[in-house]
């Protein structure tokens, strides 16, 4: 059984930068889908960006294209997401989700079996 824990969220001033990462246990990584999504309150969840397990092509919501990016470290079976030039809307708990498909990968909240639990990412001044 895939287990993801997430880490790497905070405070962060506008402009600033964080890290966040999805370590996967129980199995590897390899032929996952792995996608990170985020909820703001009173928000539904959005899909972010993903990186698909057939050609590693990787795929970004037009909110954080530019600024984030997605990898994945197979010899580490971990998912990271970086984050640079943080906005105050991109405060929100933040989730990664692994689908054990080869394929390419797409932002949709039910096409994900496997989820982290959440991290919490603030920005603010």
């Known amino acids: 059984q895939l287990q993801l824990v997430g880490s790497g969220g905070g405070l962060v001033q506008p402009a600033g930068s964080l890290r966040l990462s999805c370590a996967a246990s129980?199995?590897?990584?390899?032929?996952?889908?792995i996608g990170w999504f985020r909820q703001a309150p009173g928000k539904e969840r959005e899909g972010v960006s993903c990186?698909?397990?057939?050609?590693?092509?990787?795929y970004y919501a037009d909110s954080v294209k530019g600024r984030f990016t997605i990898s994945r470290d197979n010899a580490k079976n971990t998912v990271y997401l970086q984050m640079n030039s943080l906005k105050p809307e991109d405060t929100a708990v933040y989730y990664c989700?692994?689908?054990?498909?080869?394929?390419?990968?797409?932002?949709?909240?039910?096409?994900?079996?496997?989820w982290g639990q959440g991290i919490q990412v603030t920005v603010s001044s």
């Open positions: 990186i698909s397990s057939s050609d590693g092509s990787t």
């Open positions: 989700a692994a689908e054990p498909k080869f394929r390419l990968c797409v932002l949709s909240v039910r096409e994900y079996d496997y």
């Open positions: 129980g199995s590897t990584l390899d032929y996952y889908v």
